[in-house]
């Protein structure tokens, strides 16, 4: 039997790197113009985990933006986990993400959230102080990612899919 | 219970007992105190009895039922029903729909599929009365095996594969199952279900806000997509060709079948391997034909219909054949006529649908008049332009209208060669010669008129001379009435000259008589050699009538003095007159 799938949906302020992150983590079917159009663009990947079946994500990149409206929402229905994306360089994309988080949190109270502050390459420009992410850290699991290099990205969704097995 | 204390105010100092402030409470207001414990202990009781109320309404609904409390409370129950039932759709639709699902979902499709019938038996009776080569190939396939012309139309045009079918959660628009036909390239299943499902709620947020449209079908070239919509999750199927109908009614049956499966089924668990393979797309192709073969046959297509058309159509064809040979035949021979025709230059024959001819042509003035209806069982219209004709028949009636030519001259052209021959007057030999050569188509002219004499000139001519030579011509006798040798010869001559000279006497204008004359010699007297004139006249008149020669008469003694005749004999002589017209 193949992996089961489950649903995941990027969630971030407008220019933060969410569909960067999905192409660098998948290879894409569709096309990105979907996401100016329908606002939404689906992907899906198989994740191995050690020692235990296999996780598919599918991944609902939601065009970003820093509130959620009635179609967002629908969107998100059914999800079972959130990433959370925001640029390092703005602090206030933080701010949009976790505003995000509270909007979503009367659809999915029990889905799996990860934050992911995009633009680690650009860590010299970063105005997200390390203190506010030592204290985010401290409720929800936070990597520090960077979609031009790659790296955290494969942590971050492997932490979901970890989670979403466990 | 409350108890009346004293306020704040009252007893100030050093107050009552409290068995002081009883009775003196119990004085005060006594009476009303035990009003108020009769009301308290009923309190109490219908405090107990209304905890009781849920477990004892049922039985006493049930007794309501019986007799006239029947009735009584279905009215009492009538509008606080319909406005729970009303509360009820507005803020927990979701649950309606779901507990109406698999009773609304049959007789929709029902309703639909009766629909469909009736519109497809429409359908049918339009396409039975077409009179294509295809429809009628088809016809003659349906009577042939027997089967209904809708299924066989059916069976020709529907023509297609299901190439997919998804079976998605709809709420998260993760795939619960998926099945494709063989042969296919693989595709992202999850992502294709999850980008169909938030494209349909885009559509619905967009353009269904409100109400309960939802995006149920598209069509993209010779491709179908079917979403069929259900509670808990969408089914969804790609078509390459044109489905029939049966198919979306198996979709509709097999999503309700699943739906009360899915409740056994844990998240993202699927569905077990029999509606696994129910949604296979040679299975769901299987049970569509099924549906659509155990659909109520209609009535065999009666073949009377069918073998009066065909009759029909063969009469009409031959009586369409029939009369337009014989239309061609006589078209053609009016034209072998017309083409034959000297003068006449046929350049087209028009038809007025079959009632009527225009014949187009160029006609010499000098033909033949033409009668172009002779022979003809239709009117026939001339519709011609002058020209000029080379055809000999045609130069010949033109050289004879030109010069004018006299009975006596006969026109004969022959290729083109004019030629004139017989007699006629100087002049006109004259003329002939001058003009024979202009005239039109006359490529040479061989003129052979001998110049004509007076006729009648020479007859009387000859008449007269007759005249005067015949009383020459004297029969002599030896004596009496005994001729003389070879007088036979004589009286010959003298018959072939008077019948002549009778013969051109009528071309003449003259009528003759002929009298003969008798003449004696001197000796005898007078009254013998009278009656020897007589006697001798009398035989040479009776000589020439036997010879043929008519009206002749023996002269009387008296008529001719012939005393200066001395001879014995007899001749001939013409009493001339001119004829009655």
């Given at each position: 039997m193949s992996a089961a799938a489950r649903k995941l949906c990027m969630l971030g302020d407008f220019g933060v790197g969410k569909t960067s992150l999905v192409s660098r983590f998948v290879r894409s079917t569709f096309s990105e113009k979907y996401l100016t159009t329908v606002g939404v663009k689906v992907d899906s990947k198989e994740i191995a985990l050690p020692g235990r079946a296999p996780c598919k994500l599918v991944i609902w990149d939601i065009a970003g933006r820093s509130h959620l409206d009635a179609l967002n929402m629908t969107y998100l229905r059914g999800a079972s986990a959130l990433l959370l994306v925001a640029d390092g360089t703005r602090e206030r994309s933080l701010h949009s993400a976790l505003n995000l988080l509270m909007q979503s949190r009367s659809l999915l109270p029990d889905a799996v959230v990860v934050v992911a502050v995009n633009k680690i390459d650009l860590v010299e420009q970063w105005e997200v102080a390390p203190t506010a992410l030592v204290e985010l850290r401290r409720t929800l699991p936070v990597f520090e990612t960077s979609a031009r290099t790659g790296e955290g990205v494969e942590a971050a969704f492997a932490e979901i899919a970890t989670r979403l097995a466990a | 219970m409350q108890t009346a204390e004293p306020g704040?105010?009252?007893?100030?100092?050093?107050?009552?007992?409290?068995?002081?402030?009883?009775?003196?409470?119990?004085?005060?207001?006594?009476?009303?105190?035990?009003?108020?414990?009769?009301?308290?202990?009923?309190?109490?009781?219908?405090?107990?009895?209304?905890?009781?109320?849920?477990?004892?309404?049922?039985?006493?609904?049930?007794?309501?039922?019986v007799g006239e409390g029947s009735a009584r409370m279905a009215q009492a129950l009538a509008q606080p029903v319909t406005q729970a039932l009303g509360a009820a759709v507005r803020e927990n639709r979701q649950i309606i729909v779901d507990v109406l699902f698999p009773v609304i979902g049959p007789a929709i499709r029902k309703a639909i599929a009766e629909a469909l019938r009736n519109l497809v038996a429409d359908l049918n009776g339009a396409i039975e009365s077409s009179l294509s080569v295809r429809g009628m190939r088809w016809r003659i396939e349906a009577w042939r095996t027997g089967v209904p012309y809708a299924q066989i139309v059916l069976k020709h045009t529907l023509t297609y594969r299901i190439d997919h079918v998804f079976l998605i959660e709809r709420e998260s628009g993760l795939v619960l199952d998926r099945q494709s036909a063989p042969g296919l390239e693989e595709l992202d299943a999850d992502a294709i279900a999850g980008m169909l499902t938030a494209i349909?709620?885009?559509?619905?947020?967009?353009?269904?806000?409100?109400?309960?449209?939802?995006?149920?079908?598209?069509?993209?070239?010779?491709?179908?997509?079917?979403?069929?919509?259900?509670?808990?999750?969408?089914?969804?199927?790609?078509?390459?060709?044109?489905?029939?109908?049966?198919?979306?009614?198996?979709?509709?049956?097999?999503?309700?079948?699943?739906?009360?499966?899915?409740?056994?089924?844990?998240?993202?668990?699927?569905?077990?391997?029999?509606?696994?393979?129910?949604?296979?797309?040679?299975?769901?192709?299987?049970?569509?034909?099924?549906?659509?073969?155990?659909?109520?046959?209609?009535?065999?297509?009666?073949?009377?219909?069918?073998?009066?058309?065909?009759?029909?159509?063969?009469?009409?064809?031959?009586?369409?054949?029939?009369?337009?040979?014989?239309?061609?035949?006589?078209?053609?021979?009016?034209?072998?006529?017309?083409?034959?025709?000297?003068?006449?230059?046929?350049?087209?024959?028009?038809?007025?649908?079959?009632?009527?001819?225009?014949?187009?042509?160029?006609?010499?003035?000098?033909?033949?008049?033409?009668?172009?209806?002779?022979?003809?069982?239709?009117?026939?219209?001339?519709?011609?332009?002058?020209?000029?004709?080379?055809?000999?028949?045609?130069?010949?009636?033109?050289?004879?209208?030109?010069?004018?030519?006299?009975?006596?001259?006969?026109?004969?052209?022959?290729?083109?060669?004019?030629?004139?021959?017989?007699?006629?007057?100087?002049?006109?030999?004259?003329?002939?010669?001058?003009?024979?050569?202009?005239?039109?188509?006359?490529?040479?002219?061989?003129?052979?008129?001998?110049?004509?004499?007076?006729?009648?000139?020479?007859?009387?001519?000859?008449?007269?001379?007759?005249?005067?030579?015949?009383?020459?011509?004297?029969?002599?006798?030896?004596?009496?009435?005994?001729?003389?040798?070879?007088?036979?010869?004589?009286?010959?001559?003298?018959?072939?000259?008077?019948?002549?000279?009778?013969?051109?006497?009528?071309?003449?204008?003259?009528?003759?008589?002929?009298?003969?004359?008798?003449?004696?010699?001197?000796?005898?007297?007078?009254?013998?050699?009278?009656?020897?004139?007589?006697?001798?006249?009398?035989?040479?008149?009776?000589?020439?009538?036997?010879?043929?020669v008519a009206n002749v008469r023996s002269a009387g003694d008296a008529e001719f003095d012939v005393a200066a005749i001395r001879q014995r004999g007899a001749f001939l002589r013409a009493a001339l007159r001119e004829a009655q017209p």
């Open positions: - | 704040n105010g009252e007893f100030a100092g050093e107050g009552p007992s409290a068995s002081d402030l009883d009775r003196l409470k119990e004085l005060l207001v006594g009476e009303e105190l035990g009003a108020l414990d009769a009301m308290q202990a009923r309190i109490a009781h219908l405090d107990r009895k209304q905890h009781e109320l849920p477990a004892r309404l049922p039985d006493a609904i049930e007794d309501a039922q349909g709620e885009f559509v619905h947020d967009s353009v269904g806000r409100g109400g309960g449209n939802t995006l149920d079908s598209a069509r993209v070239g010779e491709h179908v997509l079917w979403v069929l919509q259900g509670p808990r999750a969408n089914l969804a199927c790609f078509i390459h060709g044109v489905p029939p109908t049966g198919l979306h009614a198996v979709l509709e049956q097999r999503l309700e079948e699943i739906h009360t499966h899915l409740g056994d089924v844990g998240d993202g668990g699927g569905i077990d391997d029999a509606w696994r393979n129910s949604l296979r797309p040679d299975q769901l192709a299987r049970a569509a034909s099924e549906a659509e073969a155990e659909s109520p046959r209609r009535t065999a297509t009666a073949r009377w219909p069918l073998l009066l058309i065909m009759l029909a159509v063969l009469g009409l064809l031959t009586w369409f054949f029939v009369r337009n040979e014989r239309w061609n035949a006589n078209v053609e021979a009016l034209r072998a006529r017309l083409s034959a025709h000297p003068g006449f230059l046929l350049t087209g024959i028009d038809e007025r649908g079959r009632d009527a001819l225009i014949v187009r042509g160029l006609l010499d003035p000098d033909a033949q008049p033409l009668d172009v209806s002779a022979g003809s069982t239709v009117p026939v219209q001339l519709s011609a332009a002058g020209y000029v004709s080379t055809d000999d028949a045609v130069i010949a009636r033109r050289a004879h209208r030109l010069l004018a030519a006299p009975p006596s001259v006969q026109v004969v052209v022959r290729d083109g060669v004019l030629g004139l021959d017989g007699r006629a007057d100087a002049s006109w030999i004259e003329a002939a010669h001058e003009h024979a050569a202009w005239i039109a188509g006359v490529r040479d002219v061989r003129i052979a008129v001998t110049p004509s004499v007076d006729e009648a000139a020479l007859a009387r001519e000859r008449f007269d001379a007759l005249v005067k030579s015949i009383p020459l011509l004297r029969v002599t006798f030896v004596r009496d009435l005994e001729p003389v040798a070879g007088v036979e010869a004589t009286v010959d001559q003298v018959a072939r000259d008077a019948r002549e000279a009778a013969e051109l006497a009528k071309g003449i204008g003259k009528r003759i008589e002929w009298i003969a004359v008798g003449t004696n010699d001197d000796p005898g007297s007078a009254s013998i050699n009278a009656r020897l004139r007589g006697d001798r006249a009398r035989w040479l008149a009776e000589a020439l009538s036997a010879r043929g």
